[in-house]
């Protein structure tokens, strides 16, 4: 059997498995280190774990203090499992990387490209939540999902041409785009230029160049490619990002927030018992996703 690395892992090859999947956790903590102050055995909690780390799918996760958060009290654990990943995803992208916050984002145009998703439905929710102006793009049949929570206007993809239906509206202050590929040919064109507006995608080939070239080809290789990117469309006016993951606790404190303030809340698609973890990654593995998939471990008191 022929079994790929982990690209991120720059020690010898076997310390790698076994691999536990799963990215968002929510529980009840069990022990805390003697340096942690903040959370006490008991404690609710919700947490998004890094990927270098294991993951959720197992009856207890190890994580440092800093990458937990209380979770929230209006949330079941279930509900709350949907959120922490696309929480820190979509908070690096536009906060750390699009430079956007609850100060400054008021009237801003947003457009998201591929918004039916988690990451798309959390993003709308967030900038909502922060008096923005957002157009997404979606297909048809998710257009009631993204419109209750709260997106200003939908463009279908499925009914004609993306990019000539974007050009009849006003341009935008930042783009945070869920699709990749050929949108990066045209999606940068509907940004304000000379404005500070940036392009933030989050389809990175990061993880394909490390896997392929290994970690240091593979870090210069997606360097020049950024590079080469970003100075490319810098001439033009524009800023074009990468998006990343990065866990956070602060991040999701703020969260947190938002979430027993009524302002976001979670997009349970489909919940699977833990027996039945083949088939949750069959149903993601398809696609055309309408939120998060959920996967319970153990029965816990909601």
């Not at 609850?102 to 909502?128: E, H, P, V, W």
């Not at 419109?147 to 004609?160: Q, S």
């Not at 210069?220 to 006016?237: M, P």
């Amino acid at each position: 059997m022929n079994m790929r690395r982990d690209p991120l892992n720059i020690k010898a090859t076997g310390s790698e498995f076994p691999l536990i999947l799963g990215r968002d956790v929510s529980g009840v903590v069990m022990e805390c280190g003697l340096n942690v102050s903040y959370f006490k055995p008991g404690d609710e909690v919700w947490a998004a774990i890094p990927p270098w780390k294991q993951g959720s799918l197992a009856e207890f996760v190890v994580l440092s203090g800093n990458e937990v958060s209380h979770k929230p009290k209006a949330l079941s654990h279930t509900q709350a499992a949907a959120i922490p990943y696309v929480a820190a995803t979509v908070w690096s992208a536009v906060v750390n990387t699009g430079g956007l916050n609850k100060d400054n984002c008021t009237g801003k145009r947003i457009l998201i490209i591929g918004a039916s998703g988690g990451i798309g439905t959390f993003a709308i929710q967030l900038l909502k939540a922060w008096d923005s102006h957002v157009t997404v793009t979606c297909s048809q049949n998710a257009e009631q999902l993204v419109r209750g929570f709260g997106a200003d206007h939908v463009v279908d993809y499925r009914a004609g041409d993306v990019e000539a239906k974007l050009k009849t509206l006003e341009k935008f202050d930042l783009i945070l785009d869920n699709v990749g590929g050929e949108t990066e040919k045209w999606a940068l064109s509907f940004l304000k230029p000379w404005s500070g507006a940036k392009y933030v995608t989050l389809v990175t080939p990061f993880l394909l160049n490390t896997d392929r070239l290994g970690v240091a080809d593979g870090m210069l290789q997606t360097g020049v490619t950024i590079g080469t990117k970003a100075l490319r469309h810098l001439c033009k006016g524009v800023h074009y990002r990468w998006g990343f993951f990065a866990p956070s606790g602060p991040a999701l404190d703020e969260v947190r927030e938002l979430v027993d303030a009524g302002k976001i809340r979670p997009v349970v698609e489909q919940q699977f018992s833990f027996p039945e973890v083949p088939q949750a990654f069959e149903k993601v593995e398809k696609g055309h996703a309408r939120g998060k998939t959920v996967i319970s471990i153990a029965e816990v008191s909601e």
